[in-house]
């Protein structure tokens, strides 16, 4: 077996180090491994050295019918690899592979030619999924080869869960296994993948925040099986997830995944190709453009979403299914996350959100006791305010709206938010599942400012969930004061840091926490970052926050470089720009490569949404982290003559004459 070091691709010195024209007769080994190749027969000087199998595409063969001569040619590529995605030309081979080429074009999934016929457990969606079969063609040319990569490293052994249920995460293990017959007839490598992510990879590794139906782990596994850019976007996902995981993971599974399904979704939407597949696939791509820091291809791939999305659904009828709210769930996601962070509206408009929450609102009038439903609804609410939020102040920047008029909805908003918290349903906030025993004997860290073991901190059980909620509910609270205050130029409500220590604690219990299902951690990412913003600049919780963003991005969310950037500004420790932790702690060679490389891929923003979500506008765009000043600096309509309305009934009531204490400087 390879060592790690041959499985993790190697990173361009400089232009001249990786230059050259790329062919389509080296062999497969160095295809894979994305290196140049000497094309020498019958073993390039590579694999010898290296001591590779060496695979060469078939030489092209003629044959004749009818009297007359054919060629046809046994491709090792796929016919999407000609396309030079993201204006990336052919001579540059690393550029190439960093920018969704496909790099596994050759390289079937399957045992047979053709997809066999599968059968869906969703009666519901069933006809919708075999549609999918025939949606792009198959990767194996007739006569070719299927080599291996990885210098021929094949999984023998299926994989095997060592994760049993965890509380908000009950799985239907028959269920499970009936869905896991449908991928019996893919390679091993596709086998093992699917299997790890049906076992071991929850919906909160996509964020999500509850899943009922467990749809994650069976009807989307049993979509990506009839449509190969979907499946190969869910084995690259759960490869990237493996990899870090385990020590015997190869790096180079993910990269060939990821860039074969973005090849072949381009090749699928050329071909008019518009249906729920396609929409997955895209989201798939964008959870992973998301973990990787690379949020300017995360809004391209969420417009190519909302397209198609809004070809084939109306805010009424993506209600009508569990696949299509999934859908909705997934993307509006990404939407409010874009927003809130770059300062612009949702592209989706309120009629969407206002939609899912009346469905949520009627079934629950219908099945009272289900929490399951009460749980969807509070989120669907949670997320009108976020996107009645994002559009005042993304109208306000752009002067679209009157200064009294601001003022109203401001103190609206207020009044909502408080009424959100208050108003939740008792199911969602009963006391006995408050988890108040922990396990003593773990080890308890001195240098941990927020206990992880502190009573009555999280929800157990079907409630679980609630967790997830309430962080979400605490960071959306958080962006509105921050943005309040900087728009009213009033001092920083105190209540920030409030938020902030709440919310860290949350996440503190929810990490330490045995019984927490997998990708708990990464779920509570985006509300953990926004809040150690705001917590107090003090070398005990520098050093707490640098210990818990290492450990977000050893599970596999790689925070993006402006953060990196504005907190080693803002805590003046110069190595936090590259690593969280000091000389490299922490940082594994697999962990490096993939930032090396979600460093190099990172996209240019090519217009003002991009730059400003790429920038994390809305949060960085008034920061001043040189003086000691912490008023806003904003000079505008809603100065200081409207400041008395900010601070009247329903508003900013925690607002006093004290400076932030947290010493960011506005």
């Known amino acids: 077996m390879e060592s790690l070091d041959d499985s993790v691709p190697a990173l361009p010195q400089s232009p001249e180090a990786v230059k050259h024209r790329r062919t389509r007769s080296g062999c497969f080994t160095c295809r894979a491994r994305r290196v140049k190749c000497d094309e020498t027969q019958p073993t390039c000087e590579r694999c010898r050295k290296g001591n590779r199998e060496c695979k060469y595409p078939d030489p092209p063969r003629v044959k004749t019918s009818k009297g007359r001569r054919r060629k046809q040619i046994n491709s090792p590529?796929?016919?999407l690899e000609q396309v030079s995605p993201g204006g990336v030309g052919e001579e540059n081979e690393y550029q190439d592979s960093t920018q969704n080429s496909s790099i596994l074009g050759n390289i079937s999934p399957y045992r047979n030619e053709k997809f066999p016929p599968q059968t869906l457990s969703e009666g519901s969606i069933q006809g919708e999924f075999k549609r999918q079969q025939s949606d792009t063609p198959s990767l194996m040319q007739s006569e070719s080869p299927t080599p291996s990569t990885e210098g021929s490293m094949q999984f023998s052994e299926p994989y095997t869960s060592t994760t049993a249920s965890r509380q908000g995460w009950q799985r239907d293990l028959p269920r499970l296994e009936r869905v896991a017959k449908k991928w019996s007839h893919l390679s091993r490598n596709l086998q093992f993948y699917l299997n790890y992510h049906q076992k071991e990879l929850s919906y909160l590794h996509y964020s999500i925040k509850h899943d009922p139906e467990d749809f994650i782990g069976t009807t989307f596994l049993e979509l990506a099986v009839c449509n190969?850019?979907?499946l190969y976007a869910v084995a690259g996902f759960a490869a990237f997830h493996y990899t870090l995981q385990n020590s015997e993971g190869r790096i180079g599974h993910f990269f060939d995944f990821y860039h074969t399904s973005a090849s072949l979704l381009r090749q699928s939407l050329l071909h008019g190709k518009h249906n729920v597949a396609a929409i997955f696939t895209i989201l798939q791509l964008a959870t992973i453009e998301e973990l990787l820091g690379d949020w300017v291809n995360l809004l391209g791939h969420?417009?190519?979403?909302?397209?198609?999305?809004?070809?084939l659904y109306t805010p009424a009828s993506i209600m009508q299914s569990i696949t299509h709210r999934m859908i909705l769930d997934w993307y509006s996601r990404f939407d409010l996350f874009a927003g809130l962070l770059a300062g612009h509206e949702t592209v989706l408009g309120p009629e969407w959100f206002q939609s899912c929450h009346q469905y949520y609102v009627d079934q629950s009038k219908k099945h009272p006791e289900n929490v399951d439903l009460k749980l969807l609804e509070t989120i669907a609410s949670s997320r009108i305010l976020a996107m009645d939020i994002t559009s005042l102040f993304a109208k306000a920047a752009r002067g679209l709206i009157p200064a009294e008029q601001f003022l109203l909805a401001n103190d609206n908003i207020s009044s909502r938010?408080?009424?959100?918290?208050q108003n939740l349903d008792p199911q969602l906030t009963n006391p006995e599942y408050l988890v108040n025993d922990f396990d003593l004997t773990l080890r308890f860290d001195q240098d941990d400012i927020f206990s992880p073991y502190l009573p009555g901190t999280i929800y157990k059980g079907p409630l679980f969930n609630m967790n997830f909620i309430i962080n979400d509910f605490?960071?959306?609270r958080l962006m509105y004061l921050y943005q309040s205050a900087l728009k009213m130029q009033v001092q920083m409500p105190v209540e920030l840091t409030t938020l902030a220590m709440d919310t860290c604690q949350l996440y503190a219990v929810i990490d330490a926490y045995t019984d927490c299902p997998p990708g708990s951690v990464i779920a509570t990412e985006a509300s953990l970052s926004l809040a150690i913003l705001f917590l107090p600049k003090d070398p005990r919780y520098i050093s707490w926050s640098c210990r818990k963003l290492a450990n977000v991005e050893s599970h596999g969310h790689i925070h993006p470089s402006v953060l990196r950037k504005k907190l080693s500004e803002l805590w003046e420790l110069p190595y936090v720009e590259k690593w969280w932790l000091p000389n490299g702690q922490g940082l594994t060679k697999v962990l490096r490569s993939i930032r090396d490389f979600a460093f190099e891929r990172t996209a240019v923003a090519k217009d003002a949404p991009s730059s400003d979500l790429k920038d994390m506008k809305a949060l960085f765009s008034a920061m001043k982290l040189n003086d000691g000043?912490?008023?806003?600096?904003v000079k505008d309509e809603f100065s200081a003559q409207n400041r008395v309305v900010l601070c009247g009934p329903g508003s900013l009531d925690n607002?006093?004459?004290?400076?932030?204490?947290?010493?960011?400087?506005?």
């Open 77 to 79: 590529t796929s016919p």
């Open 228 to 230: 190969e850019p979907l």
């Open 302 to 311: 969420q417009r190519a979403a909302y397209e198609i999305l809004t070809e």
């Open 417 to 421: 938010l408080a009424e959100w918290q």
């Open 474 to 476: 605490h960071a959306l």
């Open 629 to 633: 000043n912490t008023s806003p600096v």
């Open 655 to 666: 607002i006093d004459g004290n400076p932030l204490s947290t010493d960011l400087n506005f």
